[in-house]
């Protein structure tokens, strides 16, 4: 079934490749695009096991999360909380709010693309 889901992802990148590459010229989706693409940032590597994940899609996630992270924080100050968006308003207000070094854009859903962040 995992094989199944890979190819149905990889068929369907390869037919709206013509659509993200006008969104590349729009410079839309640019801004993070090594992170999407699995390129975790050195920003984010603190050495330290068992970090938290938090996923925010936009502006109104982030303001959503907020709370929950300052908990988390202070019941695991042990972990390193870290947070990512998928667009980048919402990438803009989790870096005002959380720090840089804790921020970055949600890879793709594809293996390669997430493997490195859960590896590390």
């Known amino acids: 079934m995992f094989f199944f889901y890979n190819l149905l992802l990889v068929c369907a990148a390869v037919l709206s490749l013509p659509w993200w590459l006008f969104q590349m010229r729009l410079r839309k989706y640019r801004p993070g695009l090594w992170e999407r693409l699995g390129a975790v ?5 603190s050495g330290r096991p068992g970090a938290v994940w ?10 959503a999360v907020s709370q929950l992270i300052a908990e988390l924080q ?4 042990d972990r390193q909380i870290l947070i990512s968006t ?3 308003t919402g990438q803009k207000l989790a870096r005002e ?12 859903d594809f293996g390669f ?3 490195p962040y859960l590896i590390g």
């Open 74 to 77: 202070v019941k695991y100050p």
């Open 41 to 45: 940032p050195a920003r984010l590597k």
């Open 113 to 115: 693309a997430v493997r």
């Open 54 to 63: 938090v996923h925010a899609v936009s502006v109104g996630e982030v303001l």
């Open 97 to 108: 709010r959380f720090g840089e070094d804790r921020v970055f854009f949600m890879p793709l």
């Open 86 to 88: 998928t667009t980048v």
